[in-house]
């Protein structure tokens, strides 16, 4: 067992200091595994509201169309584009570790890539779905 070096008494040892979270600097791993956990929880609180359309779009033509028309309004832009933003950065970071976990890109300057390429490609795959979904 380690012992307390004497010479470090109460008045000598430092105090400890206020972890300012808004202050520290993540390793672009560290965000892009961030990044994955929110996504996942995006896609999680949008499953039911997904399952609920599916449920209305079935039940008959008319209420088909009038969802299929709410979701091609532009207040609902915004929506879609995040729902494809989850769901895009989800699949890419999702496959980035995946291929990590059977050792390509495990060595830190590929790991930093692939982080930025999740985060990169993410929303412009994101900002084209949307476009195409609202053209």
């Known amino acids: 067992m ?6 470090m008494t109460r008045s000598t ?3 400890p200091r206020f972890l300012a979270l808004w202050q520290i600097r993540f390793p672009i791993g560290a965000i892009a595994s961030i990044g994955h956990r929110l996504s996942g929880i995006a896609l999680l609180v949008a499953l039911p509201l997904l399952a609920l359309g599916l449920d209305r779009s079935l039940r008959s033509r ?3 169309d009038a969802l299929l028309a709410g979701a ?3 207040w609902m832009a915004p929506v879609v584009f995040v729902a494809l933003w989850a769901a895009c950065y989800h ?3 999702g496959v980035r570790h ?3 976990d059977v050792g390509a890109g495990w060595k830190l300057p590929q790991a930093r890539t692939s982080a930025w390429g999740a985060i990169v490609a993410a ?3 994101a900002g ?3 476009l195409w979904w609202f053209a």
């Open 91 to 93: 699949v890419l970071a």
């Open 2 to 7: 380690a012992q307390l070096d004497p010479a």
């Open 13 to 15: 040892r430092p105090a």
């Open 123 to 125: 929303p412009v795959l």
């Open 62 to 64: 008319d209420d088909y």
């Open 128 to 130: 084209m779905l949307t």
């Open 72 to 74: 091609h309004s532009p």
């Open 98 to 100: 995946l291929l990590m």
